[in-house]
């Protein structure tokens, strides 16, 4: 019984892998929708500078 709760106590390094591919994903995702409308404000107010 001591070996099962050690096992399911901890997170696996296979994971922590799919967390951080979720995470990379969701940020590619975001930066692909919102890239083009930063990169025109940016511009905007170098503009205005």
């Known amino acids: ?3 099962l709760v050690k096992k399911v106590r901890g997170a696996s390094m296979v ?3 799919l967390l951080l591919v ?3 994903l969701l940020a590619a995702g ?3 929708a919102l890239g083009p409308k930063v ?3 940016a511009t905007r107010g170098g503009a205005e500078l």
């Open 22 to 24: 979720a995470i990379l």
């Open 15 to 17: 994971e922590y892998a």
């Open 30 to 32: 975001a930066f692909k």
């Open 1 to 3: 019984m001591n070996k």
């Open 39 to 41: 990169g025109q404000a």
